[in-house]
């Protein structure tokens, strides 16, 4: 094998009724790939890591810091418990996804490097062994092991965490019609950070709520009732805390919802929001009222989504 490009996608975690058990990988409706890639090549020297892309400036300076260079420890690690050994190679993290954004920025290079890495040996470990170092992974940068990015940017859909029966998540029958408009500030919030803000403790009565919210809105998916999916889509658990992150956020989301927006809420630990849209000239014009009232700076950006049903994969 001379050389590998492994491309993984952008994701949106919780889906406002799903914190930390639900996720979803998105794709721009103009081609255009959102999400880091990472290739994988031979060397003459045991590894090499370049970053390059829009955000390379953003990673820590410090190699041990960088998540793809945790990510290859890892699998060597793990690759030397089952008596293989890893070859010398050279890693290249293209970082196209901004750092701290909502999109699953981490969980797309972990992704991307674990399955270069695991290709590039012929496949030693399996979807959910493999699967199980991503959310390790995940976990050292955000506080806790969590699956909600991982998990669909790996495998692609709407993947809910089972974490049962040997599996980490299944994937859940979904609305691919709708349209995702994401806008991403262009500042960043740490997801460690607005974790850590977050409740120790909720009461009985959004407890109740919230399990009613997250079961009817899988049966909402499984019958494809899609009012019904998108009048679940509540947050009882993180967003009533993390809005006071985000810039002027509920007036923004109002408005949304004025113009027509089926569901809106924080993608992930934000500050990226989303807001659902059933046809594109909606999203259009969700998108030019966010590209107006929610964008702080030239980081920024929109993109008008549909479901990724493919998640990672390989390209030229
Ligand atoms: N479920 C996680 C959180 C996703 O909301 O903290 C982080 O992207």
Same mark, same amino acid.
């Given at each position: 094998?001379t050389? !590998?490009?492994i491309?993984?996608p952008?994701t949106s975690?919780?889906?406002s009724?799903g914190?930390?058990?639900l996720?979803v ?5 103009d081609?255009s ?10 060397s003459s020297? /045991?590894?090499e ?6 955000f390379?400036?953003?990673? /820590?300076k410090?190699?041990h810091?960088?998540?793809v260079y +945790?990510?290859?420890?890892l699998f060597s ?7 293989g050994e890893?070859? $010398?190679?050279? !890693? &290249?993290?293209?970082k196209n ?9 981490s969980?797309c290079?972990?992704?991307?490097a674990l399955?270069?890495l695991?290709?590039?040996?012929d496949?030693?470990? &399996?979807? *959910?062994? !493999?699967?199980?170092?991503? @959310?390790?992974l995940?976990?050292?940068? %955000?506080? %806790?092991?969590h699956y909600?990015n991982? #998990?669909p940017?790996?495998?692609?859909g709407?993947? *809910?965490?089972t974490e049962?029966?040997?599996n980490i ?14 806008a991403? /500030?262009?500042i960043k919030?740490s &997801?460690?950070e607005a974790?850590?803000?977050l ?7 959004? *407890?109740?709520?919230?399990?009613? $919210? ?5 049966h909402?998916?499984?019958t494809q009732? #899609? +009012?019904?999916?998108v009048?679940?889509?509540k ?8 809005e006071?992150?985000?810039p002027?956020?509920s007036?923004?989301? +109002?408005?949304?919802k004025?113009?027509?927006? *089926?569901?809106? @809420?924080i993608?992930?630990s934000?500050? &990226?929001?989303?807001?659902?849209a059933p046809?594109?000239?909606? #999203?259009?014009?969700?998108s030019?009222f966010?590209?107006?009232?929610? !964008?702080q700076? %030239?980081?920024?950006?929109? $993109?008008?989504?549909k ?6 994969r390989?390209?030229?």
């Amino acid at each position: 094998m001379t050389s !590998l490009r492994i491309y993984a996608p952008a994701t949106s975690a919780n889906l406002s009724v799903g914190f930390d058990s639900l996720g979803v990988a998105i794709s721009p409706v103009d081609g255009s790939l959102l999400g880091d890639v990472v290739q994988i090549e031979s060397s003459s020297v /045991p590894f090499e890591l370049e970053n390059v892309g829009a955000f390379a400036r953003k990673l /820590p300076k410090d190699l041990h810091k960088n998540i793809v260079y +945790q990510a290859y420890v890892l699998f060597s690690e793990r690759l030397k418990l089952r008596g293989g050994e890893i070859k $010398h190679l050279r !890693l &290249t993290l293209e970082k196209n996804m901004p750092i701290g954004s909502g999109l699953g920025s981490s969980a797309c290079s972990i992704v991307a490097a674990l399955v270069a890495l695991n290709q590039f040996h012929d496949n030693p470990f &399996t979807e *959910m062994e !493999l699967l199980a170092m991503m @959310g390790e992974l995940e976990g050292r940068i %955000s506080g %806790s092991i969590h699956y909600d990015n991982v #998990a669909p940017c790996y495998l692609g859909g709407l993947q *809910m965490m089972t974490e049962s029966q040997g599996n980490i998540c299944q994937t859940l029958p979904f609305f691919d019609d709708w349209y995702w408009v994401l806008a991403y /500030p262009g500042i960043k919030v740490s &997801t460690s950070e607005a974790r850590s803000i977050l409740p120790k403790n909720y009461s009985r009565q959004d *407890m109740i709520a919230q399990a009613r $919210h997250l079961g009817s809105f899988v049966h909402a998916c499984h019958t494809q009732q #899609a +009012q019904l999916a998108v009048s679940m889509m509540k947050d009882f658990i993180a967003e009533p805390y993390r809005e006071n992150l985000l810039p002027n956020f509920s007036a923004v989301r +109002q408005g949304c919802k004025d113009l027509g927006a *089926m569901a809106v @809420g924080i993608s992930g630990s934000g500050p &990226t929001m989303f807001a659902i849209a059933p046809d594109l000239a909606l #999203a259009q014009k969700i998108s030019a009222f966010l590209e107006k009232e929610y !964008l702080q700076n %030239s980081d920024g950006f929109i $993109h008008i989504c549909k479901v990724d049903n493919q998640g990672v994969r390989k390209i030229n």
